[in-house]
Nanobody, 126 residues
Framework: QVQLAESGGGLVQAGGSLRLSCAAS????????MAWFRQAPGKEREFVAA????????YYVDSVKGRFTISKDNAKDMVFLQMNSLEPEDTAIYYC???????????????????WGQGTQVTVSS
């Protein structure tokens, strides 16, 4: 069994920052890529950012480029999402995903990932 645990969500004013963390545990898996997705009320889950764990290359959805940064700590089996200049439109539940097994890099669709965390709520007030 593989577990992904997100943390770091919360309530922040527009223009503020949050840092999300995702810790992986359990049996070994490929961990070829890890990603962050988000889902706002009444909307589909959407891709935010992905990181290739071996090469460190990254990919972002256009709406967060220049504001969000995905990073990793392979030794601790963790992935992070630094979110700056937050906007009310960033309000959503943020999910960590791992193991790009059903698609190819950068893996922008939820079905492409094998494992998911439970999510952490991010609320940005105007």
């Amino acid at each position: 069994q593989v577990q992904l645990a997100e943390s770091g969500g919360g309530l922040v004013q527009a223009g503020g920052s949050l840092r999300l963390s995702c810790a992986a545990s359990g049996r070994p898996f490929s961990r070829n890529a890890m990603a962050w997705f988000r889902q706002a009320p009444g909307k589909e889950r959407e891709f935010v950012a992905a990181i290739n764990r071996r090469e460190g290359s990254t990919y972002y959805v256009d709406s967060v480029k220049g504001r969000f940064t995905i990073s990793k700590d392979n030794a601790k089996d963790m992935v992070f999402l630094q979110m700056n200049s937050l906007e009310p439109e960033d309000t959503a539940i943020y999910y960590c995903a791992a193991d790009l097994t059903r698609g190819r890099w950068p893996g922008i669709f939820p079905y492409e990932y094998e494992y998911w965390g439970q999510g952490t709520q991010v609320t940005v007030s105007s």
